[in-house]
């Protein structure tokens, strides 16, 4: 089974971790986070991360980061080898929950399925009138919220 390690700038990769592990309680073992602190320098959150990915205790892992190009990403570009270990960047909640729903999966597999989640959970979402009830024209538009 492939483990999951969020890397990401204070406090996302924890809350990240939170909310999937409301979703799926079963799989904290499986799921670890680091929060990179502002004032950490890079070599200090290196040398944490290898300590983490080793708790996972898998012969596999995911490597999630928040921002392609900064600190969190840096690191985790330096922790994995692309073979065993490898790095997505641009986590979010829909990729997550993706990623620890297929686990067992290859790691190449977990790949992809972590990509089209976190791809297919970003779309606009319309606004619309309350059901069965129409605007009309005396109501107020969608400035509502400008005074």
């Known amino acids: 089974m492939n483990g999951i390690f969020i890397i990401a700038h ?28 502002p004032d950490m320098p890079p070599e200090e959150t290196l040398a944490q991360a290898r300590v983490m990915l080793k708790q996972l205790d898998t012969p596999r892992a995911l490597v999630l980061a928040d921002l392609f190009g900064a600190t969190p990403c840096n690191v985790a ?15 979010n909640l829909p990729m997550l929950l993706r990623t620890v729903s297929y686990r067992k999966e290859s790691l190449d597999a977990l790949v992809a399925r972590a990509l089209a989640g976190g791809a297919q959970g970003v779309m606009p979402v319309a606004i619309t009138a309350p059901q ?7 109501d107020q538009d969608q400035h509502d919220h400008q005074q």
């Open 10 to 37: 204070a406090p996302l990769a924890s809350a990240l971790r939170q909310c999937v592990l409301h979703v799926f309680p079963d799989n904290a073992a499986g799921v670890v986070a680091l929060d990179v602190q």
């Open 77 to 91: 570009a330096r922790l994995v080898d692309g073979v065993n270990t490898k790095l997505i960047a641009g986590v």
């Open 132 to 138: 069965n009830q129409v605007r009309k024209k005396h």
